[in-house]
């Protein structure tokens, strides 16, 4: 069965940093799409940061961009989302997903659907 299992979540303060894992069992990871999504509290779910099979391939929302790092260790079968000079405003709960619609590219804008979604791990930035 295929299962996603985030964790690396926790309270922080503003400027700080956190790395967040998705452990990936029951498919091969380095053939398929990983995608990290958030839901902050009254507001829909949004798309993060993608990985693609070709690790070049990367896609960030612009909020992130420049703050936040997606990688992979496909021996251990994990992803990776380094979050550095955090915002209150990223706080939400943070998913990791998988897709089986591709592999040498990615989106998070609604145009590629994700097949399986991991618990979700809480990230809280507050002073």
């Known amino acids: 069965q295929l299962q996603l299992v985030e964790s690396g979540g926790g309270l922080v303060q503003p400027g700080g940093s956190l790395r967040l894992s998705c452990a990936v069992s029951g498919f091969t990871l380095d053939y398929n799409v990983i995608g990290w999504f958030r839901q902050a509290p009254g507001k829909e779910r949004e798309g993060v940061s993608c990985?693609?099979?070709?690790?070049?391939?990367?896609v960030h929302a612009d909020s992130v961009k420049g703050r936040f790092t997606i990688s992979r260790d496909n021996a251990k079968n994990t992803v990776y989302l380094q979050m550095n000079s955090l915002k209150p405003e990223d706080t939400g709960v943070y998913y990791c997903?998988?897709?089986?619609?591709?592999?040498?590219?990615?989106?998070?804008?609604?145009?590629?659907?994700?097949?399986?979604w991991g618990q979700g791990t809480q990230v809280t930035v507050s002073s």
């Open positions: 997903a998988a897709s089986l619609k591709r592999r040498y590219s990615c989106s998070i804008d609604g145009t590629l659907e994700y097949d399986y």
């Open positions: 990985i693609a099979s070709t690790v070049a391939f990367q």
